[in-house]
């Protein structure tokens, strides 16, 4: 069975940084993209960053240059490095993995493995 288990959310001051974890097990994900999404209290799901499984990024232009999507496939884990986080971060993290796409989607219907999601909250 497959499962992907967030870590990391918390609340933090705009400014800050923090770091989410998202542990993946049920199957090996290292030949296939995996990606980050949120979604705030009355919005919609959006995308975040995404990495492909040769190590290619990308990034929502919200969060390009604060935040930095990396993997490491021998622990079939991904992360996500937050910094100068500000309040418009504030959100349900999600952590998101493809079946076989080696190249990311940006859109949620790309995945069919998502995790329960961990919160951001930012404070002004």
């Known amino acids: 069975q497959v499962q992907l288990v967030e870590s990391g959310g918390g609340l933090v001051q705009a400014g800050g940084s923090l770091r989410l974890s998202c542990a993946a097990s049920?199957?090996?994900?290292?030949?296939?993209?995996m990606a980050w999404f949120r979604q705030a209290p009355g919005k919609e799901r959006e995308f975040v960053s995404a990495?492909?499984?040769?190590?290619?990024?990308y990034y929502a232009d919200s969060v390009r240059g604060r935040f930095t999507i990396s993997r490491d496939n021998a622990e079939n884990t991904v992360f996500l490095q937050m910094n100068s986080l500000n309040p418009e971060d504030t959100a349900v993290y999600y952590c998101a993995a493809a079946r076989s796409y080696a190249v990311p989607r940006l859109t949620p219907d790309g995945y069919p493995y998502w995790g329960q999601g961990t919160q951001v909250t930012v404070s002004s």
């Open positions: 049920g199957r090996t994900f290292s030949s296939v993209a």
């Open positions: 990495i492909g499984s040769g190590g290619t990024k």
